[in-house]
């Protein structure tokens, strides 16, 4: 992955002009371009790790898979996030981890971990590096040093179990590559995050990642029968049991712990049959709460779909507007909506996946739709969604370039709270925009559907301008603080890293915090793991 | 309930001539009716509480809401397992509470709770007492006395939140009263244990209970989805979001903490609209591997049923010589089965639920059972499981009258480990049975659903003879032993408890149960919270 931003470098999309003219009628006269800096050029201090760990560490691991370069230090200096790209674009990351170690197995691992025990050393998990909340920043904490350690080498799949449709994997797997292995078995795992290219599972887990079709194939957390983690203390392994009563939940404990109890470095992940048919639709609503309405309809009356997306108005305009007429506006057109009492309403893409049974829940679907005052639209929108579900992280890279500040951020609330908490955090963040930045765009999006309730997921643009980093961070303070007012998680699927640690506390209490303390001073009793992550 | 047994003390419904004869052949002679001894001697050595903490126990519940008296004390004397049983019928129990305090809010249990650390007190929490491997044993650990936790005054229904489908519960409500409620607003939750008629929703939520139509409405871990638990520390409020990736997975940890942790005094549940319809239905099958793979290509197929229930050789035996004229037996008859080739088959009962959408679901389902070559039996069997499906520890305490040992266990494992965890377990059973007991007879059936596997539910009988606890103790080793050889888990959903302790390090490692050890030191540092269960 290129270092400042995503995708590989020869890819660049660029920004057509019907993009720009919007941007600029939304948020004012674009800057010129604002490539980043060259590699050569991004500063970092030097690695400091003493000549006895670094030669220990090149005795774990074989010497070639202990790296100190630029490049790979570089590439390892920060995650994904908006911070972390406006950071490395300007050559100024806030640090680079002192080496790269690669362990090739799990007895590698465990030395690594020993050592870095021994020499205060903190170790950074490092799957995919697509954390976008600084899950990964190279932090020494109290420690001489810090690694990143790579889980890259740690990638194949250890056992697949037929008939109880369990796929082993160790944890540094890309999703890809397990995705590719289990479609020539005719399976698939079926998590699609939008980050999906490149991340690890081993990262998923670590998370409590999400995928695009989560409505239908669950979170990662629900994909997990097993696991191993492989914590400074020891190892906890659990077995690949459909379920137990042994006590507390072990493995959703491990799952989210965000590689400060150690390192997920194997996990049994529930597949299923890949499906014969993947059918992604559009449906239009008059209004947001029409759609919400219809969704909850979905999802408690038994026509859950695999995929469920409901835009809401500003989120469906700039869509709409964005759309090339091969897209969603030459297909449907404002003017056949507007003409059919739907302008100003909302989107939804709606995707059922399967062999036969899909259908029948399909036409459920419809029904509840069509009963909910729903247009439907046909294959057309699905088709071009399906096909640009994993751009918006190369189109963030764009409008960085082109003078953008552009970030996300998510929640998940149950379906009496969703549409309060929509405007809620909607005006939280335009009221800072326009404190801040001078005004901005603010969309949001109902998708990973449940019987209680959904996530909402917010996009947010404005100018970049001076102190960008100091107005992101306002805008993410006062959205955080209406989550919680709100009454939502802090976090639907993006994890806590270092940007949610401030709510933490007022979402799982003091007493919560002080359980998660105890349990990673037992873990990771010197706390070399991850520091600076998760636990405030 | 009635003190020595299951259900209210009026109700006997005896064994019939065919039930005895049976058991005669199956197990010898049957000794002559062994009532249990009258209340008044049972004996209980004298509460020890210090007038102290018995007055300020008094002032913070209110004097009525403190029980000393020899009825109540023996009520919460132990739970309803065998060996309780046992001891409970011969009026000889192990020990009992100093006296049973039952808070009235909040409050009043946090109030009990720090008196409890202050006073050096053990604190039993007890719902509905029905914990079968020795959960609520009124065991003091270090301390100087015992108190049950007694939560049936904690049983208010707080909130229902229609639009989303939850319902937030005080721990201490009865599952049949939530029922209720729930049904007369067109409501269910779908939790219905064997032991239904008597356990508390904390109850279940502290024992990962899982009820008889888990397969379709999940076990009571998939249905909470928020819950208070009030620890000695302080409290762990966790909101009812849908899903949250806020760090690791704090509910499922409190979830199965079987109150060593604290008091789960307030929860959060998924309901669904109650259903039109319920099909409960039988199909035979040639043998257990022909039934078992039927269940599971209901499983991974979308044609899982709310309830699925298939019993193995054995099992099918026995139910169909127990079952009156009225019942099975007449309805089917074995000629009937036999002619047609499936004499000494498989009984399954699938039960399906719902308001339109579940007969498309059984018409799958039947597609693929006649695939299996099973063979449809039509709602009779269905009818007649319904009708007894709470009947098992009524029939329980017939058997112990009539001198026989019944006792039951359970795992889980994967779909491609079932057959050999069956055998496996089936055979350490009947081993240690003729070792020790002259013989008995060992009956199984495959229940709780999961993609990737099912759990095994194990009966045995053998006549009680003398030793008895021994000698169910060396069955339950012999058994659990061969569990973890086999790779199943030590209990699907009857809990650790006192029972299961010994194996707990073996499925969660050395590493697991120091995790544990350090949650529990933090979240109860005196250590007052049910001594001696879970934890090794």
């Given at each position: 992955?290129?270092?400042?931003?995503?995708?590989?470098?020869?890819?660049?999309?660029?920004?057509?002009?019907?993009?720009?003219?919007?941007?600029?009628?939304?948020?004012?006269?674009?800057?010129?371009p604002?490539?980043?800096?060259?590699?050569?050029?991004?500063?970092?201090?030097?690695?400091?790790?003493a000549?006895?760990?670094?030669?220990?560490?090149?005795?774990?691991?074989?010497e070639?898979?202990?790296?100190?370069?630029?490049?790979?230090?570089?590439?390892?200096?920060?995650?994904?996030?908006?911070?972390?790209?406006?950071?490395?674009?300007?050559?100024k990351?806030?640090?680079?981890?002192?080496?790269?170690?690669?362990?090739?197995?799990?007895?590698?691992?465990?030395?690594?971990?020993?050592?870095?025990?021994?020499?205060?050393?903190?170790?950074?998990?490092?799957?995919?590096?697509?954390?976008?909340?600084?899950?990964?920043?190279?932090?020494?904490?109290?420690?001489?040093?810090?690694?990143?350690?790579?889980?890259?080498?740690?990638?194949?799949?250890?056992?697949?179990?037929?008939?109880?449709?369990?796929?082993?994997?160790?944890?540094?797997?890309?999703?890809?590559?397990?995705?590719?292995?289990?479609?020539?078995?005719?399976?698939?795992?079926?998590?699609?995050?939008?980050?999906?290219?490149?991340?690890?599972?081993?990262?998923?887990?670590?998370?409590?990642?999400?995928?695009?079709?989560?409505?239908?194939?669950?979170?990662?957390?629900?994909?997990?029968?097993?696991?191993?983690?492989?914590?400074?203390?020891?190892?906890?392994?659990?077995?690949?049991?459909?379920?137990?009563?042994?006590?507390?939940?072990?493995?959703?404990?491990?799952?989210?712990?965000?590689?400060?109890?150690?390192?997920?470095?194997?996990?049994?992940?529930?597949?299923?049959?890949?499906?014969?048919?993947?059918?992604?639709?559009?449906?239009?609503?008059?209004?947001?709460?029409?759609?919400?309405?219809?969704?909850?309809?979905?999802?408690?009356?038994?026509a859950?779909?695999?995929?469920?997306?409901?835009?809401?108005?500003?989120?469906?305009?700039?869509?709409?507007?964005?759309?090339?007429?091969?897209?969603?506006?030459?297909?449907?057109?404002?003017?056949?909506l507007?003409?059919?009492?739907?302008?100003?309403?909302?989107?939804?893409?709606?995707?059922?996946?399967?062999?036969?049974?899909?259908r029948?829940?399909?036409?459920?679907?419809?029904?509840?739709?069509?009963?909910?005052?729903?247009?439907?639209?046909?294959?057309?929108?699905?088709?071009?969604?399906?096909?640009?579900?994993?751009?918006?992280?190369?189109?963030?890279?764009?409008?960085?370039?082109?003078?953008?500040?552009?970030?996300?951020?998510?929640?998940?609330?149950?379906?009496?709270n969703?549409?309060?908490?929509?405007r809620?955090?909607?005006?939280?963040?335009?009221?800072?925009?326009?404190?801040?930045?001078?005004?901005?765009?603010?969309?949001?999006?109902?998708?990973?559907?449940?019987?209680?309730?959904?996530?909402?997921?917010?996009?947010?643009?404005a100018?970049?301008?001076?102190?960008?980093?100091?107005?992101?961070r306002?805008?993410k303070?006062?959205?955080?603080?209406?989550?919680?007012?709100?009454?939502?998680?802090?976090?639907?699927?993006?994890?806590?890293?270092?940007?949610?640690?401030?709510w933490?506390?007022?979402?799982?209490?003091?007493?919560?915090?002080?359980?998660?303390?105890?349990?990673?001073?037992?873990?990771?009793?010197?706390?070399?793991?991850?520091?600076?992550?998760?636990?405030?």
């Amino acid at each position: 992955m290129r270092w400042w931003g995503w995708g590989e470098s020869e890819r660049s999309d660029g920004l057509g002009p019907r993009t720009l003219r919007l941007l600029g009628e939304e948020l004012g006269r674009l800057a010129g371009p604002r490539p980043p800096v060259a590699l050569e050029h991004v500063h970092l201090e030097d690695a400091t790790l003493a000549s006895g760990a670094l030669e220990e560490l090149r005795r774990i691991v074989g010497e070639r898979h202990v790296r100190q370069d630029h490049a790979e230090r570089v590439r390892h200096a920060a995650g994904k996030g908006y911070p972390d790209l406006v950071r490395l674009r300007a050559g100024k990351p806030e640090g680079a981890p002192d080496a790269v170690v690669m362990p090739g197995s799990h007895e590698q691992l465990r030395a690594v971990l020993e050592l870095c025990q021994r020499s205060s050393l903190a170790a950074v998990p490092f799957g995919g590096g697509t954390s976008v909340v600084g899950g990964v920043a190279p932090l020494a904490g109290e420690h001489a040093g810090v690694i990143a350690l790579d889980t890259r080498r740690l990638a194949s799949v250890v056992a697949l179990d037929r008939s109880s449709l369990t796929v082993t994997v160790e944890g540094g797997l890309r999703a890809p590559a397990l995705e590719r292995h289990l479609a020539a078995r005719g399976l698939t795992l079926g998590h699609f995050p939008q980050s999906f290219e490149y991340v690890s599972l081993g990262g998923c887990a670590a998370t409590r990642s999400a995928g695009q079709a989560s409505s239908g194939y669950g979170a990662i957390e629900k994909m997990i029968v097993g696991l191993r983690l492989a914590a400074p203390a020891g190892d906890i392994a659990l077995p690949p049991v459909p379920a137990s009563a042994a006590g507390p939940g072990l493995r959703q404990l491990l799952v989210g712990s965000e590689g400060t109890l150690g390192v997920i470095d194997q996990l049994s992940l529930r597949v299923r049959p890949a499906p014969a048919e993947r059918l992604y639709e559009g449906a239009f609503f008059r209004d947001f709460d029409a759609g919400t309405g219809a969704l909850r309809m979905l999802a408690q009356e038994r026509a859950m779909p695999e995929l469920a997306r409901l835009s809401d108005e500003q989120e469906t305009r700039v869509t709409l507007a964005l759309s090339s007429s091969g897209g969603l506006r030459g297909k449907l057109g404002q003017a056949y909506l507007g003409a059919r009492g739907y302008r100003g309403g909302c989107l939804a893409i709606l995707g059922f996946e399967g062999s036969g049974e899909h259908r029948v829940r399909r036409k459920r679907a419809r029904a509840l739709i069509r009963a909910a005052g729903g247009l439907a639209l046909g294959r057309g929108p699905g088709e071009v969604w399906l096909a640009s579900r994993f751009a918006a992280p190369y189109l963030r890279d764009e409008l960085l370039t082109h003078g953008v500040m552009v970030e996300t951020l998510e929640t998940a609330t149950q379906w009496s709270n969703l549409a309060r908490l929509h405007r809620l955090v909607g005006d939280a963040i335009a009221a800072e925009l326009r404190r801040g930045a001078g005004g901005g765009l603010v969309m949001c999006h109902v998708s990973h559907l449940y019987e209680t309730g959904a996530s909402l997921y917010f996009t947010f643009l404005a100018l970049r301008g001076e102190d960008e980093i100091e107005r992101w961070r306002a805008v993410k303070q006062a959205a955080g603080d209406a989550i919680m007012t709100g009454g939502g998680t802090i976090t639907h699927h993006h994890a806590i890293g270092r940007d949610h640690e401030p709510w933490l506390g007022q979402e799982i209490g003091a007493t919560g915090i002080s359980a998660l303390r105890a349990l990673k001073r037992e873990l990771d009793p010197r706390a070399i793991m991850n520091p600076g992550k998760l636990l405030p």
